[in-house]
């Protein structure tokens, strides 16, 4: 059986959109130690010590961000990931964040 190209296109569009859900993600939780601010493509965004940023990681190989969301008492700002690599973010979550912690069962809270 021959498939015709709008019927191929679509086969190939479902099975990329399956393996795009079935790749695994890391979804980490940092604190800020100290003030400070994180620069975005726009503008920055000032930080305090009781603010959180969750960081969800492509895969624990690579580790390439894919989302970054900052968590303070009043409010949660998406923030975004073009602006940042994945070295120049590892240093400066060592450099500003106390620890990391899991959060992986909020598989889908970006999406």
């Known amino acids: 059986m021959r498939l015709s190209f709008k019927q191929y ?3 190939s569009k479902t099975k990329l959109l399956s393996a795009l859900e079935s790749t695994p993600r890391l979804i980490l939780e940092y604190d800020i130690k100290n003030y400070c601010s994180l620069a975005t493509r726009d503008s920055s965004v000032d930080l305090k010590p009781r603010m959180k940023i969750i960081i969800e ?6 580790m390439n961000p894919l989302a970054i969301q900052i968590e303070s008492a009043t409010n949660v700002q998406n923030i975004s990931v073009n602006a940042w690599t994945s070295n120049k973010l590892h240093k400066w979550l060592a450099t500003h964040t106390r620890g990391e912690r899991n959060r992986e069962f909020h598989t889908n809270k970006f999406q």
Not at 57 to 62: A, I, L, Q, S, V
């Open 9 to 11: 296109l679509q086969e």
């Open 57 to 62: 990681w492509e895969t624990p190989n690579k």
